[in-house]
């Protein structure tokens, strides 16, 4: 009887939109923090080294390493000028190019 009561229960809070259902046929999926970053540039003249180390092979390390080049020397005059960062190459550049804008 109470799983019945608790079935009807569930089902009168899904009816009403009190709780979404967690398989939800007509809502689309939820976007990773990478696919994210993807849909939007990060622009390395600005971004934290949290949002650097969402880049693909940027690390912590890599992530301070840039910030601290943008202090020092200013700002980043294209994509291919983040090269000048000791430890970031043009292989590794090619990783994350299509995430990165100035």
Do not use: C, H, W
Not at 2 to 23: C, D, H, M, N, R
Not at 45 to 69: D, F, H, M, W
């Amino acid at each position: 009887m109470k799983k019945l009561i608790s079935a009807i229960f569930t089902l009168i809070i899904i009816q009403f939109g009190i709780v979404q259902p967690a398989l939800a046929a007509d809502s689309p999926p939820a976007q990773s923090t990478v696919e994210q970053a993807q849909s939007s540039p990060i622009n390395i003249n600005t971004a934290s080294e949290t949002q650097l180390r969402s880049l693909p092979g940027i690390g912590a390390s890599k992530a301070k390493a840039i910030v601290e080049y943008r202090e020092t020397f200013g700002e980043f005059a294209s994509v291919d000028s983040i090269t000048k960062v000791k430890g970031i190459g043009n292989k590794l550049l090619a990783k994350f190019r299509d995430n990165i804008e100035v």
